[in-house]
Nanobody
């Protein structure tokens, strides 16, 4: 019943911005942690950001700190990833995922289909 649907990816120039959305269904973001991951061709899947449901603590990967901002609309069951100052190395397929559980440290069992972000001139 748990479903995650990402949107908002696209082609953007270096230094530009994109805003990704992830709409959750089948569970409430009030109870479950949720985060963003990305995977580029030839690279291992990387955690981007996650927010705990238990205490609201948000964890950012060092590679995106200061450039990406995560937000959560609990009432709308939707999370967003505002990506600023994008770099070519940010190019990847971005996934929304939930453990499911309150903590970001729990195993991630549910994933969206992904949305492609391409940063290129």
């Amino acid at each position: 019943q748990v479903q995650l649907m990402e949107s908002g990816g696209g082609l953007v120039q270096p230094g530009g911005s994109l805003r990704l959305s992830c709409r959750a269904s089948g569970f409430s973001l009030y109870y479950y942690a949720i985060g963003w991951f990305r995977q580029a061709p030839g690279k291992e899947r990387e955690g981007v950001v996650c927010i705990n449901a238990s205490d609201g603590v948000t964890y950012y990967a060092d590679s995106v700190k200061g450039r990406f901002t995560f937000s959560k609309d609990t009432s709308g069951n939707t999370v967003y990833l505002q990506m600023n100052n994008l770099k070519p190395e940010d190019t990847a397929l971005y996934y929304c995922a939930t453990p499911p559980g309150a903590s970001c440290q729990e195993p991630y069992d549910f994933w969206g289909q992904g949305t492609q972000v391409t940063v290129s001139s």
